[in-house]
């Protein structure tokens, strides 16, 4: 079985741009979750959804946003850029309901601010 | 708001050595996973534990859930180079909501 694949792998972006990030998660799996991880803040959660629904969310300003489509694949979108959102953007997903919620993460993505 | 404190934040020690990471946290989580992160990838998921007092072994590795269920530890007996990386806990809570520790850097030396 595939595992969760992100694109791009690297994002080079200038302040003030906007950015969308993209995830395919694990076949079946129908939660999708996404963290921000910096060496100073570490893995900080920023949203989940299930079944095209968010479902919980973190602490992030509304600039960031997402959505997930009905074959389970997620978008995350940044806007006006600021230089402190470089970041490892990793997304996971997990089997809700069977796995005690255990979560399977992508390679990530490196989004540099300039 | 759950947190979850993990100690020692870095780890240096030789090949060979035995260690001990520690996640502790004042709420109590339905479940607790221990992850693994090399430079460049994403965490990947060594161990769920779910029962208070639970312990699992995965080869050299050694988790236990506190009876409480608000704290665990990873033992690693005779650590290898490839141990080498970023151990992170994270604490499963209501309606399934992660909060991750901030993380162990462990490095063994050869």
């Known amino acids: 079985k595939a595992g969760v694949t992100q694109t791009p792998r690297y994002l080079i972006k200038t302040r003030g741009q906007q950015v969308t990030l993209s995830c395919s998660p694990i076949s079946g799996h129908r939660s999708v979750s996404w963290y921000q991880q910096t060496p100073g803040q570490g893995l900080q959660f920023l949203f989940e959804y299930f079944s095209e629904t968010q479902r919980n969310k973190g602490n992030f300003p509304g600039r960031f946003s997402g959505r997930q489509f009905s074959n389970s694949r997620s978008e995350m979108n940044v806007s006006t850029l600021e230089l402190g959102d470089s970041a490892l953007y990793l997304c996971a997903s997990s089997l809700v309901g069977v796995s005690n919620y255990e979560q399977y993460f992508g390679p990530g993505t490196r989004l540099t601010v300039t | 708001t759950q947190l979850l404190e993990q100690s020692p934040q870095f780890l240096s020690i030789q090949e060979g050595e035995n260690l001990t990471v520690y996640c502790n946290s004042s709420s109590v989580f339905s479940s607790l996973q221990w992850y693994r992160q090399e430079p460049g990838e994403g965490p990947v998921l060594l161990v769920t534990v779910v029962t208070g007092g639970e312990v699992k072994k995965l080869k050299r590795l050694t988790f236990q859930f506190g009876d409480a269920r608000k704290d665990s530890s990873l033992h690693i007996t005779a650590a290898q180079p490839g141990d080498t990386g970023l151990y992170l806990c994270?604490?499963?809570?209501?309606?399934?909501?992660?909060?991750f520790g901030d993380g162990t850097t462990l490095t063994v030396k050869p």
């Open positions: 994270a604490g499963v809570g209501n309606a399934g909501k992660s909060t």
